[in-house]
Structure formats: C-alpha cells, structure tokens
C-alpha cells in the first residue's frame, strides 16, 4: 500500500512563500498523475494543483500564477511551490492522485497571518 507523508507546512505571513514536500513510498510518480490538495476548517477538501505523467500541470484559478506543481521522480516527491500566500489559504494541504486514489496522509498545515 503507497504511503504519502506531506511536509513544508507553517506558519507565514500574508505575501510569503512555502514549499510543500509530498513522499510517495513507492515509485508510483513516473506513471500516476498527482495533486495537490487542501482543506480549510468546515470546507470540503479541493484540488489545487496536479502534475500528470507527462508533467502536464493544471491549476485552480485561485492559486494560478502563485503556485508551482513539481515532481522529482527519483525521489518519488512532488512539491507545491507556493508564493503570495493569502490569509484564506490557511488550510492542511494533502497530496494524492486526482482520483484520490490512495489512502491520506497527515497533512501538513499551512496557517498564513493577515
């Protein structure tokens, strides 16, 4: 069974810069798409950000032009570069297929300060 560990969380001011680090524990991203995920308190959980086979990344339109989606297969990891955070995307942030086809991680929790 995969294991995904998400990592890079915190806490950051309204404008920062994070970087979200997920772990895969099998070599499962050269050929599953995968994606970033969060969810806010009382919110359902959304996909913001996914990275195909073929690195073909899609956005949501809120995080367009201020997060990254990236992948190092070599180290079954993909990132989530994230820049001018805003205080409405405090959130825990989850990676997994689109599908959600693996079991959740933890999380990693993102708190940004107004």
């Known amino acids: 069974q995969v294991q995904l560990v998400e990592s890079g969380g915190g806490l950051v001011q309204a404008g920062g810069s994070l970087r979200l680090s997920c772990a895969a524990s099998g070599s499962i991203l050269s050929i599953l798409a995968m994606g970033w995920y969060r969810q806010a308190p009382g919110n359902q959980r959304e996909l913001v950000a996914s990275?195909?086979?073929?690195?073909?990344?899609n956005y949501a339109d809120s995080v367009k032009g201020r997060f990254t989606i990236s992948r190092d297969i070599a180290k079954n990891t993909v990132y989530l570069q994230m820049n001018s955070l805003k205080p409405e995307e405090t959130a825990v942030y989850y990676c997994?297929?689109?599908?959600?086809?693996?079991?959740w991680g933890q999380g990693t929790q993102v708190t940004v300060s107004s």
């Open positions: 997994n297929t689109p599908g959600m086809r693996f079991p």
């Open positions: 990275v195909t086979g073929g690195s073909y990344t």
